[in-house]
């Protein structure tokens, strides 16, 4: 038997054919996002359809039908999402009666990456996990006992717009003070050009070719390594709220393992160097174990592998 999973996105809705955790092929379309729901279900419908006849595969011997997006899943399956111009969207009921034989699920992208990491990498054989991704904002994903944690009312985990401290610049959900405006790919861009305005001297603006729109997460981590003094102090900033974000987690769950991924993972040597020592010190209660701290494995096959887990 086999199953799929649908990665939807702001750019692509990526399908992929899986069996046994690995994906045997992979299909994509560019996405339509000014189509509505009635577009988005017609391109997945199409999708599925194309990908099983390219494989030879029977409707038949699909199992599950699994979809991550990019928005807020309730647990009725509604789905909003303002990128897509989705209102709680009833995707999966809609897609279910197309593929009456295969159970068709939809989460949100940022829990089904945790659940692809948990299901089949960096944390398959624990049995509590929490995956963050530090992209342009930062995402999150709670799985215990296989399971993904979305709360009562499918709103929870959402990881990055906790509130960590007061910011210099408000959060795109309108409050100040969330996660992701400390610790994104966005976040550190930011902060390094904030410094930067302010005629600060680095390294960074020169690989940026003297423009400060220019600046990535990764010219911040490259400078860092050969000791300019601005990105050791964007850097150190970014660790600072990286570890309470994570003696937040761990204050809440105490899970055995969190799991990092997205674009600021790539530099895991310098994030990871004594952060779960940083971690501790933000803990009430100091002594004994804290979670593994470790870098997830997959990239961009996250999406289709998790969702085809759900
Ligand atoms: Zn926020």
């Given at each position: 038997m086999y199953t799929i999973g649908i990665d939807v996105g702001g750019m692509?809705?990526?399908?992929?054919?899986?069996?046994?955790?690995?994906?045997?092929?992979?299909?994509?379309?560019?996405?339509?996002r000014n189509g509505g729901m009635e577009v988005l279900v017609q391109d997945i419908k199409v999708l599925v359809e194309d990908i099983l006849v390219q494989n030879n595969i029977n409707i038949e011997e699909v199992n599950n039908i699994g979809i991550g997006i990019p928005g807020v899943v309730t647990n009725d399956g509604g789905v909003t999402c303002?990128?897509?111009?989705?209102?709680?969207?009833?995707?999966?009921?809609m897609l279910q009666d197309s593929f009456k034989g295969s159970k068709v699920s939809i989460g949100n992208d940022a829990n089904v990456a945790a659940l692809a990491e948990f299901s089949?990498?960096?944390m398959k054989g624990y049995d509590s996990g929490v995956m963050i991704t530090l992209g342009t904002g930062i995402g999150g994903g709670i799985v215990v006992n296989g399971k993904l944690i979305?709360?009562?009312?499918?709103?929870?985990a959402e990881i990055g717009h906790m509130m960590i401290s007061s910011n210099y610049f408000e959060c795109n959900c309108g409050n100040?003070?969330?996660f992701e405006t400390f610790c994104s790919a966005t976040a550190i861009i930011k902060y390094a050009q904030k410094l930067v305005e302010?005629?600060?001297?680095?390294?960074i603006i020169e690989m940026a070719e003297n423009d400060i729109n220019n600046i990535t997460?990764?010219?911040?981590?490259?400078?860092?390594?050969?000791?300019?003094?601005?990105?050791?102090?964007?850097?150190?900033?970014?660790k600072k709220y990286l570890a309470m974000g994570l003696a937040n987690i761990i204050n809440f769950i105490d899970p055995q393992v969190i799991s990092i991924g997205g674009g600021?993972?790539?530099?895991?040597?310098?994030?990871?160097?004594?952060?779960?020592?940083?971690?501790?010190?933000?803990?009430?209660f100091k002594e004994g174990n804290i979670a593994d701290i470790v870098i997830a494995q997959f990239k961009n096959d996250a999406g289709i592998l998790g969702a085809s887990a759900l």
């Open positions: 692509s809705i990526k399908a992929g054919v899986v069996k046994g955790g690995k994906i045997i092929n992979k299909l994509s379309k560019e996405t339509n303002v990128n897509l111009g989705l209102k709680n969207a009833l995707i999966a009921p089949y990498g960096s979305t709360g009562a009312n499918g709103i929870g100040n003070g969330c302010e005629g600060r001297k680095t390294t997460a990764k010219m911040v981590f490259d400078s860092y390594k050969e000791n300019d003094e601005v990105a050791i102090e964007v850097v150190d900033r970014f600021v993972s790539n530099a895991s040597d310098i994030m990871l160097e004594g952060l779960s020592e940083k971690v501790k010190q933000y803990l009430p």
